[in-house]
Each structure stands twice: as structure tokens, then as C-alpha cells.
């Protein structure tokens, strides 16, 4: 697994309108952190988010030792982006 191989999984899968990956663990693969921004997140709440993306990544989450993400409707996002460096 490598960041641009879960970044098109993510977009293929989850129909985002931004994703930023990030591969913490030094490029072997093993960790990463995942911004998500996609309209499919509306009216749901953190939990909510989090287990679809765990249901549709199933198999990559079970491949890679961590995985962190925030999920965000582009809405939420426009409010949040200042917090990252994106």
C-alpha cells in the first residue's frame, strides 16, 4: 500500500471531493492519516462517518497497521482547512 494507491481507492469508493493521505510511517506503507471531505458525510455524525469509511475500506484498513481519519462535509471543511497545512 502506498499513499497514491489509497488516495484512489478513497476517491473510487467514498465519491470525495478532497482527500489528503499521508503516509506516517516513513514510506514503508504502514500508517497513515486520511482527510476526507465528501457530501456522502451529511447528516451524519462523527461515528457514523468513521464506520463508513471503515465499511468501505475494509480491506486496506486490515492491510496497514494505522489508520487515522477526519472526515468533513465541504462545508465543514471550508471552516477546518485553515487548521491543516493543505
Known amino acids: 500500500m502506498n499513499a497514491d494507491l489509497l ?6 469508493r467514498l465519491n470525495p471531493t478532497e482527500v489528503f493521505v499521508e503516509d506516517m510511517s516513513g514510506g514503508c506503507g504502514q500508517a497513515f ?4 471531505v465528501s457530501t456522502e ?11 463508513l469509511v ?3 475500506l475494509k480491506e486496506e484498513i486490515a492491510a496497514i497497521h494505522a489508520f487515522t481519519q477526519k472526515n468533513f462535509t465541504p ?3 471550508e471552516v477546518q ?3 491543516y497545512n493543505i
Open 81 to 83: 482547512r485553515s487548521n
Open 7 to 12: 488516495k484512489q481507492t478513497i476517491f473510487e
Open 33 to 36: 492519516a486520511v482527510i476526507i
Open 75 to 77: 462545508e465543514e471543511f
Open 54 to 56: 471503515n465499511t468501505k
Open 41 to 51: 458525510f451529511q447528516g451524519k455524525n462523527k461515528l457514523m462517518r468513521s464506520r
